[in-house]
Nanobody, 115 residues
Framework: QVQLVESGGGLVQPGGSLRLSCAAS????????MGWYRQAPGKQRELVAR???????HYADSVRGRFTLSRDNAKNTMYLQMNSLKPEDTAVYYC?????????WGQGTQVTVSS
């Protein structure tokens, strides 16, 4: 069993920055494929960024060059640094962990980009 808790969301003006954190309980963090997804009102949940094999990363085209994914295995925490935020980045952001049959999600953190 793994539990994920997101934090760091909030209200920010266009062009601003936020850093999201995902703290994971359990012992699988270092072995799990971790990623961030988001869901805007009326839209399907979509991939934002995730780790692929090893420490390689994959980003959605809409965030590439603006968002940076990182993780600290010693702290069981994953981060998403979001720069140059746009109104279209407004969504609930979810942390995800996958390992074998495990597919865990956090409760989400709201990010609102508005002037």
């Amino acid at each position: 069993q793994v539990q994920l808790v997101e934090s760091g969301g909030g209200l920010v003006q266009p062009g601003g920055s936020l850093r999201l954190s995902c703290a994971a309980s359990g012992s699988i963090f270092s072995r799990a494929a971790m990623g961030w997804y988001r869901q805007a009102p009326g839209k399907q949940r979509e991939l934002v960024a995730r780790f692929t094999s090893g420490s390689s990363t994959h980003y959605a085209d809409s965030v590439r060059g603006r968002f940076t994914l990182s993780r600290d295995n010693a702290k069981n925490t994953m981060y998403l640094q979001m720069n140059s935020l746009k109104p279209e980045d407004t969504a609930v952001y979810y942390c995800n962990a996958r390992l074998g049959w495990i597919d865990a999600w956090g409760q989400g953190t709201q990010v609102t980009v508005s002037s």
